[in-house]
């Protein structure tokens, strides 16, 4: 399975431009990378997901390098709101090779005013 | 409104009283998942199901089971609750048609357990 290290946590202000690393050095062909975020007490709730280059949609980017063995998820202009643990996944669902999917242990991002 | 509901949200228990926690999720996914999450430890998933009748190990299976008799149901069985087992859980679904890269995962708000 691909393992993923995160950074365990960072601290912002608000307004900056925060980047989160993800590293998954042996991630495999048929895997996407997918990011999560989670508040204290609740489910985590996907962000972005993407498999090469760089996704960006209303609220992240996430920017893949061409080996793949890394990924980061940018959060444009962070808020309090954006308090939160942040993970990395990196499987895919309808492979059919491998169908457990494994989470980092996440980053904890607070952002202060 | 598309959701998965956990029950019950809140358990104590004592060690080896049988106890299960239901899932139940309404969006017609075909797979579902359970996780635990540990402080320090991130999550880490216990069961997976990819439809119907179809289930297999995670990377922490040891002292659970599972069925998925129905769709939309994956209840997460402690036959014999240890205090190890203490955590909070998530149940997970997701639709598999459309292709890869489609799996966005959709977590219930949790069930913290306690086994004294």
């Known amino acids: 399975l691909a393992k993923t290290t995160q950074p365990i946590s960072m601290d912002s202000y608000e307004g900056q431009e925060v980047n989160i690393t993800c590293s998954h050095n042996?991630?495999?062909?048929?895997?996407?990378i997918t990011w999560y975020q989670q508040f204290p007490s609740q489910g985590p709730r996907f962000i972005i997901q993407?498999?090469?280059t760089k996704v960006t949609n209303e609220v992240a980017s996430l920017f893949i390098p061409a080996d793949r063995k890394s990924s980061t998820l940018s959060l444009p202009r962070v808020s309090l709101s954006d308090t939160a643990v942040y993970y990395c996944?990196?499987?895919?669902?309808?492979?059919?090779?491998?169908?457990?999917?494994?989470f980092g242990s996440g980053t904890r991002l607070q952002v202060q005013p | 409104e598309a959701q998965v509901t956990q029950n019950p949200r809140y358990l104590i228990t004592v060690t080896g009283k049988k106890l299960t926690v239901t899932c139940s999720q309404n969006?017609?996914?075909?797979?579902m998942s359970w996780y635990r999450q540990d402080p320090g430890l991130g999550l880490r998933q216990i069961y997976y199901?990819?439809?119907?009748?179809?289930?297999d190990k995670g990377d922490v299976p040891e002292g659970y089971k599972v069925s998925r008799k129905e769709k939309r149901n994956f209840p997460l069985i402690l036959e014999s609750p240890s205090p190890n087992q203490t955590s909070l859980y998530f149940c997970a679904s997701s639709r598999l048609a459309g292709g890869p890269g489609t799996g966005e995962l959709f977590f219930g708000e949790g069930s913290r357990l306690t086994v004294l």
């Open positions: 199901s990819m439809n119907v009748e179809v289930t």
């Open positions: 042996n991630i495999a062909t048929n895997d996407y």
């Open positions: 969006m017609n996914h075909e797979y």
């Open positions: 996944l990196v499987g895919d669902i309808p492979d059919t090779g491998r169908r457990a999917l494994t």
């Open positions: 993407g498999y090469k």
